[in-house]
């Protein structure tokens, strides 16, 4: 069996024409927060202007909503377990709705923080349930392709929010693009009240309510093989997040490379991340999961190194710069779908809980060493391509890690 047989209030489409509606709206729930983080970023000098606030005050917006977000997934996974899928993403998506439209219309930079916290927390829903559900609904073979299909569409996200929210500053304000979040976080109520189903039935859920769920959490935490591939990841999302904060920098200042020719270039390697996601559903058949994963973080350390050890002979092109981040980002397309399949896989038990810690760690050590870039420099390619591969050789080693026996 690869697929677990619910009720769907879309009974009259065909299995095929419903997982294919059931993933865009999964895809589009984790998409939420990356659009909700950098949609906006283009007008934070408006906001800061028309709220009266100092730019820091206005930046920590941001930080507010991450610090929502990995709150958030460590909440509302583990609930999920015990309460249902599909009652967490409705909230979620309500919730976030409201949040968004608070920041719309927020008077001051304070009450816009505390909007902006809610919004993560709210946001996260998507998140951390959206992998859960499918785990709930497929298993082996037929899970990778799903999770394949969910990195290709949410890799684009990040890519296209900056777009989409300078479209709208060019035609409106800062208060608009919370207003586009708002409707958003409505039509995904819509999306899950007509096609995603209740994925975890009653028998099948945690019992004993919030002492129960603590106690699972920890029951994940002493797993050996789930943990290697939970740091692992975590490490190597941290590499992408040095990659979004460390390369405009790199490609504007270093290079001397225009505000369009960079456009060009986060839209290639957002491309090259979906076609490794969809490169890894095709082989997932031929090779094991655990083969992709390794595959795809190694190969995305190699291109780095190789990035390190030119920069430091003194060569120091944009085509290479870029030819070597684009290796990594399309190498991490193929890692990123493996290591959840992996990772949910192992925590089948209880996928909410997993997901969150998947999710919650991803987000708090990206937090953590996107500043890095800055703190060290950004005169060279050199502290981001260093900062990079550091993360990734520890996730290389901690998914090595986890694929290894136990000792006896």
Not at 219 to 236: A, D, H, I, N, P
Not at 243 to 270: D, K, M, P, Q, R
């Amino acid at each position: 069996m690869t697929r677990t047989t619910h009720d769907s209030p879309t009974s009259g489409v065909t299995h095929r024409s419903r997982d294919g509606l059931i993933i865009i709206v999964l895809a589009t729930l984790t998409a939420v927060a990356p659009l909700a983080t950098d949609m906006y970023v283009p007008g934070l000098p408006d906001l800061s202007r028309s709220l009266g606030a100092s730019v820091s005050s206005a930046q920590l917006s941001l930080t507010m909503f991450l610090i929502g977000v990995v709150a958030g997934q460590l909440l509302l996974g583990p609930l999920s377990d015990a309460v249902g899928r599909r009652g967490v993403l409705l909230w979620g998506s309500t919730a976030f709705a409201v949040c968004s439209a608070l920041c719309a219309v927020s008077p001051t930079i304070e009450v816009l923080n505390a909007a902006r916290l809610c919004q993560g927390i709210t946001g996260a829903a998507g998140i951390v349930v959206a992998r859960a559900v499918i785990t709930d609904l497929f298993q082996g073979d037929t899970a990778a392709k799903r999770f394949s299909a969910l990195a290709a569409i949410g890799s684009a996200a990040p890519i296209l929010a900056p777009m989409l929210g300078g479209a709208i500053l060019s035609v409106s304000s800062w208060r608009a693009v919370f207003g586009v979040l708002a409707a958003v976080g409505l039509l995904l109520v819509g999306g899950v009240l007509l096609w995603v189903p209740e994925s975890l039935p009653r028998l099948r859920r945690s019992k004993g309510g919030p002492v129960a769920t603590v106690r699972m959490v920890g029951v994940l935490l002493r797993r050996r093989r789930l943990m290697g591939q939970v740091f692992s990841l975590c490490f190597g999302c941290a590499g992408v997040f040095t990659y979004l904060a460390g390369s405009s920098f790199v490609f504007h200042e270093v290079h001397g490379a225009s505000t369009g020719l960079t456009s060009l270039i986060y839209g290639v390697n957002a491309v090259g991340s979906m076609a490794g996601s969809f490169l890894f559903g095709r082989l997932v058949r031929r090779f094991t999961v655990e083969i992709l994963l390794l595959t795809g973080i190694s190969g995305g350390l190699v291109a780095i190194l190789f990035l390190v050890g030119a920069t430091l002979l003194g060569v120091n092109s944009l085509a290479l710069t870029w030819s070597c981040l684009f290796a990594f980002i399309m190498a991490f397309g193929l890692y990123f779908p493996a290591v959840m399949t992996s990772a949910q896989e192992l925590g089948r038990d209880a996928p909410g809980a997993t997901s969150a810690l998947l999710g919650g760690g991803q987000f708090l050590l990206g937090g953590i060493t996107s500043p890095l870039v800055g703190a060290f420099g950004t005169g060279s390619a050199l502290p981001m391509a260093v900062i990079i591969a550091i993360c990734l050789a520890f996730g290389t080693v901690a998914a090595v890690f986890a694929r290894a026996p136990k000792p006896v």
